[in-house]
């Protein structure tokens, strides 16, 4: 019984800490997808972008990962803004951005990952951190992982600026607008598509840094970002689309819900398990835990 217990307790502390992560992940597809109508697929592209680059930093300069990409932030900020560009002009403007707006992502996913694996093979890449190995126990039986708490920290303190800068700042409140009335946004002298760039930008801001915390936790490979692509999806719609108190909340519930089955009945279930969540909770309340 005390196994069955102290099991359950550290799968519970090892599921916050997981959905931690998700929160990071999902929270650029929680911008895009439920504030700007975007539908990003190329997503796990730019999270699997920032796992490199933070993986050639880091064994050419030893510089951590996590650090490397915030530093790097203004460079993956200009990406998003100039794909949103390249993106509106092709196919938001001439109002073919539903399927043609679609291929257009999933043709960037594809040659993402083609020019990676090209670059790097099919070989699994690790980085080197202090904080990586080591574990601290919270009892003499629950531990820690210092591998996935420092990217749960930052995965949270990233989650509450992106709050505060979407309700704090004009910047921010327009990009909430932009996604009820267009017509009003402009009445108040702003610039729809330019604001919608720069919420775009933030969006693959945030896909790189869990870039970052993704190759902490795990070695990566090329593909490896297909796994996330219903992943970042179902914590978007579960949390309520477009609220970022939601996405961290469903992310915690879908981490908590993978870890659980994946202690008890087998990693294989884990996926089975969040997504019967997910259709449970949008028959219970459709617009998603804290959506309106």
Known sequence: MDVTFNLLINAIVAGILLGGFYAAVSIGISVAFGMLDIVNIAHPAFIILGSYIAYIVNVNLGVDPIVTVVVLSPAFFALGVAMYRWYYVAFERRGRESLSGLAFFFGILFIGEVALLLVFGVDYRTVNTPYIGPSFAITSNISISMRLFVPFLVS???????????????????????????????????????????????SIVTAAVAGAFLIVIQPVEPSIGREYIGRVFAVCVLGGMGSIPGTLLAAIILGVAESFTATFYGPSWAPAVSFGILLLTLAVRPAGLLGR
């Open 156 to 202: 949270v303190a990233m989650v509450l600026a992106i709050q505060l800068y979407m309700t704090k700042t004009f910047a921010g409140r327009c990009i909430l607008a932009v996604s009820q009335n267009q017509t009003a946004l402009q009445l108040m002298g702003a610039n729809p598509q330019h604001i919608k760039a720069i919420a775009f930008g933030l």
